[in-house]
Structures are given as C-alpha cells and as structure tokens.
C-alpha cells in the first residue's frame, strides 16, 4: 500500500505542479503551467487537440519527464522520489493497459500485486475494487469478452485497487454509449469523495455534471483556472464550451 504520509500533509494538496515544462527541440508542448489538485476533489482538464493536455498527464504520472519545473504528490518530489510518489497515483490512460486473456479478478490481482499492495490485504483490496466499480457479476469472465463498458470499468479498478489519493483518468468515457456513460460519470463521482481526481476530456457537459474545477490549456499554455460555479457567474450563466470556444479559438487566443 502506499506509504503513509503526516497529518499536515494529509490536510494539504495531494498534487502540485510548479513552473512545468517540457520541450522538444525549440518547441515548449507544455509551457511553464502550475496545477493544484485538492483532497476530494474532481478536477476536469481540457483542451483541444494538442494543447499539451496528453504531454501533462504523463508528466504528472512519471512516465514523462519534465525538461523544467517541480511535481510533488502527497508532499513527495516525483522527480527526487519517483517509487514512493507513484505509489499514491492511479492511471488509467486513453488506451486501459488490460491483459485480454486474464478475468476481472485475475487482472486486478496482478495489478495489486504491481502496486505492491501486501499480500494478507490483497484479496480485500481487489474484492473492494470489483465492488465499487459494479464488476461483481462479471470477475471470473475473460477481460476480452466484455463490453465496452466493462473494459473501462475494469480499467478504472486497476487504478484504484491499491487506494491511491491521486486518480487520473484520461478520456474514460470515450467510445461508450450513454447508459455506460452515465454509469462511469456516477463512478467518477464516487471516487472523488474518497480520492483526488483529474478528469481529461472532450466531453464538455461531462465536465460540467462531475467537477468541481476546470483548467483548460491552449497552444501548451494555462488559459483558465477556475471553479464550474465561478465559471457561470463570472460568464452571466454561460456554458463551458462556450468559453472553452472564446479561450482556444483564433491566433490571439
């Protein structure tokens, strides 16, 4: 299980990133960004096509390097102390790294043992895993005969069996129809009362019914910072897409 952290840190942030960089070459796919993550809380990050959204996720979760800048998760620098940092994140990318030819339990079994969950608390940690992500009536069926739905389900409890406090989904609706819609949104919902989460979508009005806050990027740049409520007073009641549209349109945007 992840290691334990002091009461201060518990109270604080679960995820800061300061001055955040990464370049390749001459161009900056990410451009000098701050983000702050709260306990409970669900944060929406958007941005159009190659804003530097997909860049962030993996620099935030270690797979990335930043070429400038500070990232800590639960008080723990992920550059300096990047084993003990990832063990307080759980990911599930655009693409759910599922093992076809495994069932539900077989899989969340090996990811548990991946998170380095204790071996006395593993069967607990997948059985709570299976539960919250509604998986019961299908744990012993091979991950490539379900739907859709359930894959991403499947997903979403790999990368909470450990009981990380960061959870970061990267487009968990997409391809889905709208009852299984419907059913993740209630799941993410859920998890942000006992998580941190960061939800990157294109789904718009996805943003509007699960967040708390919304960070929008543009051309690798921060443009927009703030809470949904704030949002709508601070726009006359306006919608999400309609400043997503006025903050990342034209070359002056």
Same mark, same amino acid.
């Given at each position: 299980?992840?290691?334990? *952290?002091?009461?201060?840190?518990?109270? +604080? %942030?679960? !995820?800061?990133?300061?001055?955040?960089?990464? $370049?390749? #070459?001459? =161009?900056?796919?990410?451009?000098?960004?701050?983000?702050?993550?709260?306990?409970?809380?669900?944060?929406?990050?958007?941005?159009?096509?190659?804003?530097?959204?997909?860049?962030?996720?993996?620099?935030?979760?270690?797979?990335?390097?930043?070429?400038?800048?500070?990232?800590?998760?639960?008080?723990?620098?992920?550059?300096?102390?990047?084993?003990?940092?990832?063990?307080?994140?759980?990911?599930?990318?655009?693409?759910?790294?599922?093992?076809?030819?495994?069932? *539900?339990?077989?899989?969340?079994?090996? +990811? %548990?043992? !991946?998170?380095?969950?204790?071996?006395?608390? $593993?069967? #607990?940690? =997948?059985?709570?895993?299976?539960?919250?992500?509604?998986?019961?009536?299908?744990?012993?069926?091979?991950?490539?005969?379900?739907?859709?739905?359930?894959?991403?389900?499947?997903?979403?409890?790999?990368?909470?069996?450990?009981?990380?406090?960061?959870?970061?989904?990267?487009?968990?609706?997409?391809?889905?129809?709208?009852?299984?819609?419907?059913?993740?949104?209630?799941?993410?919902?859920?998890?942000?009362?006992?998580?941190?989460?960061?939800?990157?979508?294109?789904?718009?009005?996805?943003?509007?019914?699960?967040?708390?806050?919304?960070?929008?990027?543009?051309?690798?740049?921060?443009?927009?910072?703030?809470?949904?409520?704030?949002?709508?007073?601070?726009?006359?009641?306006?919608?999400?897409?309609?400043?997503?549209?006025?903050?990342?349109?034209?070359?002056?945007?």
């Amino acid at each position: 299980m992840p290691p334990s *952290v002091s009461s201060s840190a518990a109270a +604080a %942030a679960t !995820l800061r990133a300061g001055g955040l960089t990464r $370049r390749y #070459g001459g =161009v900056a796919a990410v451009d000098n960004i701050d983000l702050e993550l709260n306990r409970g809380e669900v944060l929406g990050f958007l941005g159009p096509n190659g804003a530097g959204k997909s860049t962030t996720m993996q620099l935030l979760t270690g797979n990335l390097a930043p070429s400038a800048g500070a990232i800590s998760i639960c008080g723990i620098d992920l550059l300096e102390s990047p084993v003990a940092a990832k063990a307080h994140i759980g990911y599930l990318p655009e693409v759910p790294p599922l093992y076809r030819d495994l069932n *539900v339990g077989e899989f969340l079994d090996l +990811a %548990a043992r !991946l998170h380095r969950v204790p071996k006395g608390k $593993r069967a #607990g940690a =997948v059985t709570r895993a299976i539960e919250r992500c509604g998986l019961a009536q299908v744990s012993r069926k091979l991950i490539g005969t379900l739907s859709k739905g359930y894959q991403q389900r499947v997903g979403i409890a790999q990368a909470i069996v450990h009981e990380p406090d960061v959870v970061i989904l990267d487009e968990p609706t997409v391809g889905l129809d709208p009852n299984q819609i419907r059913d993740i949104r209630a799941l993410i919902r859920e998890l942000g009362n006992a998580h941190s989460v960061i939800l990157s979508t294109h789904i718009l009005p996805e943003v509007e019914a699960i967040c708390d806050r919304v960070q929008i990027m543009h051309r690798g740049k921060m443009v927009y910072a703030n809470t949904i409520a704030a949002l709508k007073q601070r726009h006359c009641g306006g919608s999400l897409e309609d400043v997503f549209a006025d903050l990342t349109r034209g070359e002056n945007a």
